[in-house]
């Protein structure tokens, strides 16, 4: 895939960005999700200092990601946990009617 350059705002600052496998439109729209993360901690917060708060954006959105990898995580356990025991309960079926002469 072509990597594309897009213009995104984020707050008011204008970037030219592009990211590996991204189209301009996902892009867009990940710009502006930031820019709603970050005007709602500047309602939020007192802190008159926009890189700190670009920090704690940044950091919101990485405690998300991580809550999401553990969720996904924890559910490929448990599909893995039920395919095995699936299995099992197959393989004692099959067994149990090879061994009747079915």
């Given at each position: 895939m072509?990597?594309?350059?897009?213009?995104?705002?984020?707050?008011?600052?204008?970037?030219?960005?592009e990211i590996?496998?991204?189209?301009?439109?996902?892009?867009?729209v990940l710009a502006q999700k930031v820019s709603e993360r970050l005007t709602e901690m500047q309602?939020?917060?007192k802190m008159a200092d926009t890189s700190k708060i670009?920090?704690?954006v940044a950091l919101s959105f990485?405690?998300?990601?991580?809550?999401e990898r553990s969720a996904h995580d924890l559910?490929?356990?448990l599909l893995e946990n039920k395919a095995e025991a699936l299995s099992k309960s197959l393989r004692e079926s099959l067994q149990a009617?090879?061994?009747?002469?079915?």
């Open positions: 072509m990597n594309e350059k897009v213009e995104v705002q984020i707050g008011n600052r204008r970037l030219v960005v590996e496998g991204l189209t301009p439109l996902e892009i867009s309602n939020q917060s670009a920090l704690l990485a405690a998300e990601l991580d809550k559910t490929q356990r009617g090879s061994d009747t002469g079915e």
